[in-house]
């Protein structure tokens, strides 16, 4: 008995070859019918016997591509006439498309497998790739995802590329990257105005060239890379000096070794289950995990730090680069310090001139860059700190549904922004500070194209309460009617939208560097209660200056001097004392008040003697976290909770201080010690709160809690005391997730009106 049955699926389905997966299924369970792409969904009708038609129903999603996440929106029985066989229908253009866009993909294991083949005719070819892998998000111009709107459009396909990308049978049937050497782009190596083409060619001279101690700028697929001998330290100390990048932590890559490819990470790293698992996932992130003593790594690959970041290789290239070396590389992010990561072939010769000894090309344009994205493991979940290529655009249901289509623009440090309409938002992969002319140029061309990819046209827009920042700017020299949205009650919104606790009350920690807050002064040590539109500050840290204003990221000891006479004694241990500063501090000149939980992490890195100065934001605090694990933390001084005159809790930090200048104790004792009073502190705020506020849920949101012995320490002793710690899993912590939480916050009705 023959019946028929109408199947409408839903998620992600485009560009992850799912129609042709339909195909196939519904030809190895000989059903007839049809299937096509409809406004973001697939819609197919199916004829056979009911056991048949079960089966499809359920291995279409249980058989998925790996790329694939489907959802079953509808399926009911139909009257039909009889079909003859079963096909793949044109595409259908619908009014309200729901698009959804893909990140950029691995290599996936088919391609490895052809790629190591020497009778595979696209043996050693670096482009390859098919509908399960391969870039997606880099290379789009347009959509929908076809060849023509990618940037592939000027590589004709050849006969036999043809014949793949038009049989429904094959693997390769619309990928639309779809290259081989015959058709598909090239490498080509640069070298003191020296041009070298052929594939096999490059690859030998780039290998040589990294073995002989070089740093080598080499195109990926969401930008360059600047790579090195990860084991060489000259070559890593010669990456760094002409980088100007002295004490950051570089990204490894390590070649795939043993049975699940991750042996050659374990020589270096410590992996845990999870760890593991991140580094095989399809999305390729940088991993941070604990570096083994024995690690043949450079020691300037990441100073002061417990920690390495990891990651595997991710394109053909890499594969090939890697096989040759058959050791681990640095892979970081070919930009000059903190600009967004260089796409284009000339702007790298003219930018990276001083930085690279080679260039290793290829002419597949970039359309977009996405640096690496990367994670780390908190409180035993690897959690995400920076989003990008694999992982970004993040698609996302809202928690609320928004009236207009709206566009948030983040922060001004780690900028993301946000694009968001009806239930749906998309956050975009990591921009970077936006103190730069060409992050500011990438923060406009992927606030513009975001909005044209998704067919989506913003009709408000809301950006952080700063009055001059340029994504602030560029809001409100848009015309388009905008709301402006505190820093730190974007924190708290952007937790209470991951955890989805909009219409309940709860209690968040907003701990972070500093942020524009409602006094006009720089929060950062922040508690709020209530959820997204009506949150109100019920707690903070005792207010504290901050000499030279924003010199003390680079120099943190001006904090640790000012901490030191709030507390009433005077720090002898700051590098370049000038009696002016004293005065400065007196009076208030050039010395803001601040209640940010970053920069007393700081202050502290710098009076253990940890960290007097910091290259890069956040340093101190990292070194002071990895000195902690050496350490005991009896005997710390706790934070003191006082109600200030406006009925603020405040936690006053002022004995902990003199405890850290003391240099009778252990460096590490005093290191482990404040991260304890730290953690106790903020637990005795959530229970001296809890005895006037009705909360389980205890959200913490804001970089501080990229810090792992807190994070870990905190959501365990909150856990004891009967809260609920709400620690992101899906969004970083840190200021990436601004644009997401100013959304929830905007949806909620919050914010303020232009100033
Ligand atoms: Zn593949
Ligand atoms: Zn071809």
């Known amino acids: 008995m023959s019946a028929t049955r109408h199947v409408t699926i839903g998620g992600r389905v485009q560009g992850v070859g799912f129609r042709p997966f339909v195909y196939r299924l519904a030809h190895e369970l000989n059903l007839t019918g049809w299937v096509y792409n409809a406004a973001g969904v697939v819609e197919t ?45 044109p595409s259908q253009a619908d009014a309200e498309p729901e698009i959804h866009v893909p990140p950029d993909q691995f290599m996936c294991d088919d391609c490895l497998a052809e790629v190591s083949d020497p009778d595979e005719r696209r043996y ?85 060239r990294i073995q002989a101690g070089k740093v080598l700028a080499v195109r990926g697929v969401g930008g360059y890379h600047l790579v090195c001998d990860a084991g060489n330290e000259s070559a890593v100390a010669a990456l ?16 795939m070794r043993g049975e699940d490819g991750l042996d050659g990470a374990r020589e ?93 090309h290829h002419n597949r344009p970039i359309q977009r860059p996405a640096d690496d994205p990367v994670c780390r493991s908190i409180a035993g979940r690897v959690r995400p700190i920076r989003l990008g290529r694999g992982n970004a655009p993040l698609e996302l249901e809202l928690p609320l549904e928004l009236d207009e289509p709206t566009l948030a623009v983040g922060a001004f440090l780690k900028n993301t922004v946000a694009l968001a309409w009806k239930k749906r938002v998309v956050v975009s992969p990591h921009i970077g500070e936006l103190d730069s002319p060409r992050a500011v140029e990438v923060f406009r061309q992927v606030t513009t194209d975001l909005q044209s990819l998704y067919g989506i046209q913003a009709r408000q827009l809301v950006c952080d309460a700063h009055p001059d920042f340029p994504n602030s700017r560029h809001v409100r020299d848009s015309g388009l009617p905008y709301r402006r949205v505190f820093h730190h009650e974007a924190h708290a919104s952007a937790i209470a939208g991951e955890f989805d606790r909009v219409d309940e009350d709860m209690l968040v920690f907003a701990w972070d560097g500093v942020g524009y807050g409602r006094d006009g002064s720089l929060w950062g040590g922040e508690t709020y209660f209530g959820r997204p539109g009506q949150w109100r500050r019920v707690a903070s840290l005792k207010p504290f200056r901050l000499p030279g204003g924003d010199q003390v990221t680079r120099q943190p000891w001006r904090t640790a001097l000012s901490l030191s006479w709030h507390a009433g004694f005077d720090w002898s241990g700051a590098p370049d004392f000038d009696p ?28 253990t003697g940890t ?51 003391d240099q009778h104790i252990p460096a590490a004792n005093r290191a482990a010690g404040f991260h304890q009073a730290m953690i106790n502190g903020l637990v005795a705020q959530a229970k001296r709160l809890a005895a006037e506020y009705e909360f389980t849920q205890v959200g913490l949101g804001g970089g501080v809690f990229q810090n792992a012995v807190l994070g870990a320490g905190v959501t365990s002793r909150l856990t004891d005391a009967g809260f609920q710690p709400c620690l992101p899993e899906i969004l970083p912590v840190n200021d990436a997730v601004i644009s997401y939480g100013q959304i929830i916050e905007r949806a909620a009705g919050g914010g303020v009106d232009p100033a």
């Open 45 to 89: 009708e199916i004829q056979g016997s009911e056991q048949q038609l079960e089966d499809f129903v359920r291995q279409v999603i249980d058989r998925a591509p790996p790329l694939a996440r489907p959802e079953l929106l509808a399926d009911h029985p139909v009257q039909a006439e009889p079909h003859s066989a079963f096909v793949i229908r």
């Open 124 to 208: 050693r070819y670096p482009f390859i790739n098919c509908t399960q892998c391969g870039p997606r998000y880099t290379i789009i111009r347009a959509m929908p995802y076809d060849r023509p709107n990618t940037t592939l459009r000027d590589f004709p396909l050849c006969p036999d590329c043809h014949a793949e990308y038009s049989n429904p049978l094959d693997r390769r049937f619309h990928a639309q990257p779809l290259a081989c050497a015959e058709c598909g782009p090239s490498l080509r190596l640069v070298e003191d105005g020296q041009v070298t083409e052929d594939n096999e060619t490059v690859i030998a001279a780039a290998i040589e």
């Open 240 to 255: 760094r000096r002409r980088k100007h990048r002295p004490d950051k932590p570089l990204a490894v890559m390590v070649p």
């Open 268 to 360: 270096l790293a410590e992996l845990d289950a999870g760890i593991a698992a991140s580094l095989a996932d399809p999305q390729r992130p940088i991993v941070l995990a604990p570096i083994r003593l024995c690690a043949q790594l450079a020691p300037s690959i990441a100073p002061g730090l417990g920690e390495v970041g990891l990651m595997l290789p991710y394109s053909p290239l890499h594969h090939l680069l890697l096989k040759g070396l058959d050791r681990p590389i640095v892979a970081t992010s070919g930009n000059l310090s903190g600009e967004p990561v260089l796409t284009d072939p000339a702007d790298v010769e003219a930018r990276l001139c001083d930085v690279a000894d080679a260039f290793v």
């Open 580 to 607: 002016l500063l004293r005065r400065a501090w007196d009076t208030g000149l050039a010395s803001p008040w601040t209640s940010a939980a970053g920069r007393l992490f700081d202050g502290a890195a710098a009076l």
């Open 611 to 661: 960290a007097l100065e910091a290259s890069y934001e956040g340093q101190g605090p990292a070194w002071l976290e990895a000195l902690s694990k050496n350490g005991t933390a009896d005997d710390a001084p706790s934070l003191e909770l006082i109600t200030d005159e406006e009925g603020l809790i405040r936690a006053d930090w002022s004995k902990l201080m003199a405890w850290l200048a």
